[in-house]
C-alpha cells in the first residue's frame, strides 16, 4: 500500500490554475504538482471547475510524480469537457513512467502530451 505523501514544489496547493479562469482567449493552464490520489481529489477537481467555461485547457504535470486513477479519471472529465466546448486538453508531462501510465489509462488517444508549455501553447494556436 503506498503512504500518502501530499509534498508538493507549489506550495502544498494541489491544483493550482496559472491563468485563464476568466480568459477564453487563451488556453487555461491548472498546473499539477507532487503526489496526487483520492485525497486530494477534491482539490484537483476544484482546479478543473475554476476552469471549465474554457475550451482550451493545458495541464502542466512536470511538477508531478505520483497519480492514482481518481485523478486520471479528473484528467478524463476534463477533456471532455474541453471536446463539448469544442475545444481540447493538451498534457504537459515528462516522467515517462506517468506518460505510460496515462497511455495504458487511454488518455492519449484524445489527448496530446508534449514537454513544455511552448509545445502545449504553439498546439492549441494550430488547432
Known amino acids: 500500500m ?5 509534498a508538493s514544489s507549489n506550495g502544498g496547493r494541489p491544483g493550482e490554475v496559472v491563468r485563464g479562469v476568466a480568459e477564453r482567449e487563451a488556453p ?5 504538482a507532487g503526489e496526487h490520489d483520492i485525497a486530494t481529489r477534491h482539490d484537483v477537481h476544484l482546479a ?9 485547457v493545458i495541464v502542466d504535470l512536470r511538477g508531478v510524480n505520483y497519480v492514482d486513477s481518481t485523478i486520471i479519471d479528473e484528467l478524463f472529465r476534463a477533456e471532455l469537457r474541453a471536446s ?4 481540447q486538453l493538451v498534457i504537459v508531462a515528462r516522467n515517462q513512467r506517468l506518460i505510460r501510465l496515462l497511455s495504458i489509462a487511454g488518455l492519449t488517444a484524445r489527448t496530446p502530451i508534449v514537454d513544455t508549455l511552448a509545445a502545449a501553447d504553439d498546439l492549441m494556436r494550430a488547432t
Open 2 to 6: 503506498r503512504r500518502n505523501r501530499r
Open 28 to 32: 487555461a493552464i491548472v498546473r499539477l
Open 48 to 56: 478543473f471547475q475554476k476552469v471549465r467555461e474554457n475550451p482550451r
Open 84 to 87: 463539448a466546448l469544442g475545444g
